[in-house]
């Protein structure tokens, strides 16, 4: 290999995520301080900025290393999504984690590894690639979630999260070693090539389930998904704000290049595998989210929900619906991001958890609620905001396929019982904006909104409404992504 | 010797890792279990890259990258299990439920 031929610049973004995450842990190390430790999260924010413009500069993108390694316009838009909500989970953390911890910059620091390994799963082409980069984000994200090392509810998020992420790690291994073994190669774009003469072979459909097994534990997708309610509840907010959105989106991204990209041409093998987990994550999301009380798990269990609606996409399998699957993680991200950051300041002032303490919080904190009730009407698919677009895209993609295909006329089914469940969801969503705007409060005391946090709030729930009210830039950008795979 | 047989035993070793993890409520115990399931794949790794890519070496390299990842995995499963230890006073998984719903 000359390495003279490698465009480093394609690495950039990476580069300086990589090189901020490091500078971060030393300046860590040298400073004594504790008051300069917030530096250190506005200069890795610097970091994602810098980062973000790099992304802006790739272009048309290209690949290294023989397929290894490839930055088309799929992983430029994934990358731009996580340097966001890396950029705005930062900004809600800086007050959040002050006094919460001695270890500050490591925090920052861990972060940052954790977008580099996201942005890293949404290039990865190849499979020993993508177990690496899979493993790095799961790693990471274990290490944060179980943060705060003296909280008994963070340790157990961390260990339950670490035992399920390692058995379906190793469960998705199992499945790559049985693509490997049939095609003798291990670079998706290779793969693609020599399984396409594969008619049905028992062995790709068992490896299939074990690589939905892997990929459904990073999306949350039921069966996969027990880990995700019990993580949310004990990890440090900010952690699962970022769990909830930017592993979400990584989790997708690597989805669809690895199914739709590589083993797009033996669908048959796949489909039915996706519709079961899009059917079960949507009944059982939605119903368990239901009876909680807590509201990080209610959010929990409407986040598995969210992930039925959008394998949805992936079941359907047109270049409409899967437009459709990239324009609603983008408007899932900035609802749910908004919902979070309310958590954040909420909790982080009052110390409480539960549904029920958000009585009158319209009285303590208009900004607050009007916020939370913006996002949670995007999350329960209500116009005009970005999830009801979202939803509309997916659930329209898979009718107008049904109808033009007739062999494929039981797809109607999915859009049908997506509907009735997004009906049950308006339900516990509404639980949480009666609570805010109908009940009188217990605590009248206001709440103090930082300025940092707010900035990212703001940022947040514009993104809500704008993805709602001139979907048309959204829109064109997820279709211009999804054409390097489809 | 053929393909089949180290498929068998790696099939063999990768059902009793994955009885271990459902059936063991220590979280020591698990993540050997999870170690076990491990060493299985890797057995197919390199199975397959003896018969099916003879002339590359693919899968022994892979096999490499998962051993060194897996060193990794039990840096952060020994310290979390460690910290649990320290506040719950047991590692054992059914009396770790402060969150339940």
Known sequence: MNWAFIDWTLLAPEIIVLITALLIFGLDLIWGDESERETLGWLGILGLIFAFYATLALGQGGELFNHIYVVDSLSIFSKQILLGIGVLIILASLDYIKGATKYEGEYYGLL?????????????????????????????????????????????????????????????????????????????????????????????FISCIFLAAGFGFKIAAVPFHTWAPDTYEGAPTPITAFLATASKVAGFVILLRFFVGGLGDIEGHWIGIMVTLAVLSMSIGNLSAI???????????????????????????????????????????????????????????????????????????PLLALSMLLALMSMAGIPPLGGFIGKF??????????????????????????????????????????????????????????????????????????????????????????QSIF | MDLSHYLTLSAIIFSIGLYGVLTRRNALAILLSIELMLNSVNINL????????????????????????????????????????????????DEINLMKG
Request: net charge neutral.
């Open chain 1, 112 to 204: 940052l590894l954790a977008i580099l390994a996201m942005m890293l799963i949404s290039s990865a082409a190849e499979l020993i690639t993508i177990f690496i980069c899979l493993e790095f984000a799961t790693l990471t994200c274990i290490i944060l979630s179980a943060y705060f090392k003296h909280e008994p509810k963070s340790t157990e998020a961390g260990l339950k999260y670490l035992l399920v992420g390692l058995l379906s790690a190793v469960v998705l291994l199992y499945g790559i070693s049985l693509v490997y073994g049939l095609t003798g190669t291990t670079t998706l774009y290779q793969i693609g090539g020599s399984i396409r003469k594969y008619a049905f072979q028992p062995v790709l």
């Open chain 1, 291 to 365: 009876p909680q009380t807590d509201i990080k798990r209610m959010l929990a269990y409407s986040s598995i929900a969210h992930a039925g609606y959008i394998l949805i996409g992936l079941a359907v399998l047109s270049r409409e619906s899967l437009t459709a699957v990239l324009f609603y993680l983008l408007a899932y991200a900035a609802a749910n991001l908004g919902a979070f950051l309310v958590i954040i300041a909420f909790s982080k002032w009052t110390d409480l958890h539960n549904i029920s303490d958000y009585a009158g919080l319209s009285k303590r904190s």
């Open chain 1, 393 to 482: 895209y997916i659930f329209a993609g898979a009718v107008s396929e049904a109808v033009s295909d007739p062999e494929r006329l039981w797809l109607i089914g999915l859009p049908v019982w997506g509907v009735i469940f997004s009906i049950v969801s308006v339900y516990y969503y509404f639980g949480v904006i009666k609570a805010m705007y109908l009940v009188e409060p217990v605590d009248t005391q206001p709440i103090p909104i930082p300025v940092p946090l707010g900035l990212a709030l703001l940022i947040a729930i514009l993104l809500t409404l704008l993805i709602g009210i001139y979907p048309g830039p959204f829109l064109a950008l997820s279709e211009s992504a999804i």
């Open chain 2, 46 to 93: 390199v199975a397959f890259s003896h018969f099916v890519t003879p002339a590359l070496l693919t899968g022994q390299i892979f096999v490499i990258f998962t051993i060194t990842i897996a060193a990794a995995e039990a840096a952060v499963g020994l310290a979390i299990i460690n910290s649990i230890y320290r506040s719950a006073k047991t590692v054992n998984c």
